[in-house]
């Protein structure tokens, strides 16, 4: 399997060192700055034109700004070349709706990279929610804060014309995610610094989620952590229990589950001392990350052209991520509630 990837910056070269350990051969870059250097440490051509690097490769991988999304993987699935595309997909519905349609009828696989689905601390908990471990889901809690990113030369993410700023590009993990958990999102209302203030130095932002089960989230996103520090957690309640997890943590997750009926029977006495159990519902190791996300996300997406299998994020599941982020930035505009 050839791949060729589209973009040398930060993804460029994350999901480089992540193909390299799948089984496919990096052939060649295609990057308006730094694509030698890249290409250099995988001994892969660097490619001056997109349609060239397009004539070389079985697979591309799309490591550029948003708003190029929609034209490079329409030009890729009328190649008949496979597409993997970092987030968002892109920034409307309308051209979203569109790259899906296009690599269908192509016959083409689209892959859009919502790695937090592969790390294993939120895949965890996932787990344990699909299979009723805490009940009915009330209120998830979802924190993503950054340092606003900074570029040299072009710093895109600023512009929201071609990022769609940090709710829709950053925030859209964790909408993505708690759509996963708890299903359609029926209500969106946001408020940020950065809407109040448009010259202020970073941003920060709370988005309620309202979902039709009637749970809610609250999801916390910022651009206002000094440069390197980079926290995510989740705190997620249900009515029997609560998972909780933080990048600051060694742990997996924590998890403090209400007992079954055959663990509350075998401890009348309901002492936690005499009977932990009570306390932890179910056991998961406590060990560091066997492996990168990003690594677990492409060696997906390698068996899943290999062998025809789904693959765990599907195309609508990103455009349903994009439609919550549009409804969060629709809200801060007009400081009013978004209905789905």
Not at 5 to 29: F, N, R, Y
Not at 157 to 179: K, N, P, Q, T
Not at 288 to 310: F, W
Request: net charge negative; proline share 6%.
């Amino acid at each position: 399997m050839r791949v060729g990837i589209v973009g040398a910056g930060t993804m460029g070269v994350m999901h480089a060192a992540a193909w390299a350990q799948t089984g496919a051969k990096l052939v060649g870059v295609y990057s308006l700055r730094d694509g030698p250097e890249l290409a250099h440490r995988y001994s892969a051509k660097v490619f001056e034109r997109y349609d060239e690097l397009l004539k070389a490769v079985d697979v591309v991988d799309l490591c550029v700004p948003t708003n190029l999304h929609p034209a490079m993987t329409a030009q890729a699935a009328e190649a008949g070349k496979h597409v993997v595309c970092e987030k968002p997909p892109a920034l409307t519905m309308a051209e979203g709706e569109a790259m899906i349609a296009t690599c269908e009828r192509a016959g083409v696989r689209l892959f859009i990279a919502m790695v937090v689905r592969f790390f294993p601390q939120y895949r965890a908990a996932q787990q344990l929610v699909a299979a009723g471990q805490l009940g009915a889901l009330g209120v998830l809690r979802l924190r993503r804060a950054a340092y606003q990113p900074r570029k040299e030369v072009d710093n895109w993410f600023l512009d929201e014309a071609r990022s769609g700023g940090m709710v829709v590009d950053m925030m859209i993990h964790d909408f993505d995610y708690a759509r996963w958990l708890a299903g359609p999102v029926i209500r969106v209302y946001a408020q940020s610094a950065r809407a109040l203030a448009p010259d202020s130095s970073g941003d920060y932002a709370l988005v309620t989620l309202r979902f039709a089960s009637g749970a809610m989230a609250i999801v916390e996103g910022a651009w206002a952590n000094p440069p390197g520090v980079f926290r995510t957690g989740f705190d997620l309640a249900g009515s029997e229990g609560l998972i909780e997890w933080s990048s600051d943590d060694t742990a997996t997750i924590r998890t403090f589950l209400q007992p079954s009926a055959a663990q509350a029977a075998a401890c009348p006495e309901r002492s936690e001392a005499a009977c932990p159990e009570r306390s932890e519902g179910a056991g998961l190791p406590l060990a560091p990350l066997p492996e990168d996300p990003y690594t677990s996300q492409l060696k997906h997406v390698y068996r899943a052209i290999k062998t025809g299998e789904p693959f765990a994020v599907t195309p609508q599941d990103s455009l349903e991520a994009l439609r919550i982020a549009l409804a969060a930035r629709e809200s801060l505009q007009t400081g009013l509630v978004v209905t789905l």
